[in-house]
């Protein structure tokens, strides 16, 4: 699979002959790059608070008064079955679970570090029972975030 830089640099070379347009497509190219970043940035976000939120309407819902036992795997399938037939895959019985432990290891939203994406918070994140281990485990995925896209800088250059 070619990556967004591979065509970057063959279209760059390609300009860089004699028309003096490489440095303004160097830059547009740059200007898109960081467009897409923040678009991907944005929506990651935005599915963090919507999981959590439907975590959070999950509890909810288990806590008037319903046994979790009567809540149980029955209602979540069928819950599974109506989201999916309006909105299409990604909600499924265990990815309905998953939110639901999403919302009760962060009940509190401000908690959320939303820079991280989904895929950062599903188990076995959510797994890890204790607040110092979530933190600590935090940290590491942002360390190694942050020397990947160090990585990628370099090898732009």
């Not at 190219?29 to 975590?55: D, H, K, L, P, T």
Request: hydrophobic letters at 40%; aromatic letters at 8%; charged letters at 25%.
């Amino acid at each position: 699979m070619m990556s967004d830089i591979e065509p970057l640099k063959l279209a760059s070379a390609a300009l860089s002959s004699s028309d003096g347009l490489a440095p303004l497509f160097e830059n547009i190219a740059r200007v898109i790059q960081q467009a897409r970043q923040q678009v991907q940035q944005a929506v990651n976000s935005a599915m963090v608070q919507c999981y959590w939120q439907i975590g959070c309407l999950i509890v909810e819902h288990e806590q008037r008064g319903q046994a979790r036992a009567a809540y149980g795997k029955q209602q979540l399938q069928i819950l599974s079955a109506q989201l999916t037939e309006e909105f299409g895959k990604g909600f499924d019985p265990r990815n309905l679970r998953n939110m639901r432990s999403f919302f009760l290891a962060y009940p509190n939203w401000n908690a959320v570090r939303t820079e991280l994406s989904w895929t950062h918070y599903r188990p076995p994140f959510l797994l890890i029972e204790s607040k110092l281990k979530r933190e600590l485990e935090w940290e590491r995925i942002k360390v190694q975030s942050q020397l990947l896209t160090k990585t990628d800088e370099a090898d732009d250059d």
